[in-house]
């Protein structure tokens, strides 16, 4: 059974940092897709970055420059690297996997891909 439980979020004043993680069990984050996902109330779930086996890293517009993914594969942990953050970040922010096949044969950023979600964990940033 898979499980991601993610962990990290607060509250932290604009321009400041957070790092966000993952821990996975049942899953290998070696393996084939993992991603951050963030969604605010009335708007749909966001991806903003992802990870594949191979350590190829894909972000959203929004998060460009500022946040960075990666992987310890050695501690089955996904990890966000979140600097100079803006109060339009608030969110509940997400872990999520899906493995390779042949509907989904690339990581994406697309929230039906995905079949194993974390519980999230919130982040708000004040101005």
């Known amino acids: 059974q898979v499980q991601l439980v993610e962990s990290g979020g607060g509250s932290v004043q604009g321009g400041g940092s957070l790092r966000l993680s993952c821990a996975a069990s049942g899953y290998t984050t070696g393996r084939s897709c993992m991603a951050w996902f963030r969604q605010t109330p009335g708007k749909e779930r966001e991806g903003i970055a992802n990870i594949d086996n191979d350590g190829h890293t894909t972000y959203a517009d929004a998060v460009k420059g500022r946040f960075t993914i990666s992987k310890d594969n050695t501690k089955n942990t996904l990890l966000l690297q979140m600097n100079n953050l803006e109060p339009e970040d608030t969110g509940m922010y997400y872990c999520?996997?899906?493995?390779?096949?042949?509907?989904?044969?690339?990581?994406?950023?697309?929230?039906?891909?995905?079949?194993?979600w974390g519980q999230g964990t919130q982040v708000t940033v004040s101005s």
């Open positions: 999520a996997a899906h493995d390779f096949s042949s509907t989904v044969p690339i990581c994406t950023l697309i929230p039906p891909d995905f079949t194993d």
